[in-house]
């Protein structure tokens, strides 16, 4: 069980390195964009397995934290991209 649990953890560490290299010669933003997202998902199955490995429950509240900032950042980042402003000021009022 652990020599699978070393495996995954390193072919999810070799795939974060691909996706750095997609984040820097990504040909458009939105690319950019799915890279980095690809990265806070594959950082967080590391953690996954990192817990595993140490047998521990202590990093599930880790990876609650980031998978809602990798969710906020990816929404974020979005709608940047599409309309330029994160957050709307409504100035009819």
Request: hydrophobic share 60%.
């Given at each position: ?15 974060m390195?691909?996706m ?30 990192l ?23 990816t ?8 309309k ?10």
């Amino acid at each position: 069980m652990m020599t699978f649990i070393w495996i995954a953890l390193m072919i999810v560490i070799v795939s974060m390195v691909g996706m750095l290299y997609g984040i820097f010669r990504g040909p458009s933003t939105p690319d950019r964009l799915i890279a980095l997202d690809a990265i806070g998902v594959m950082f967080i199955s590391a953690t996954a397995l990192l817990s595993l490995l140490f047998d521990t429950g202590f990093f599930l509240d880790v990876i609650l934290l980031l998978a809602v900032l990798s969710f906020i950042g990816t929404v974020s980042f979005s709608k940047f991209i599409e309309k330029g402003k994160i957050i709307e000021h409504d100035r009819n009022r």
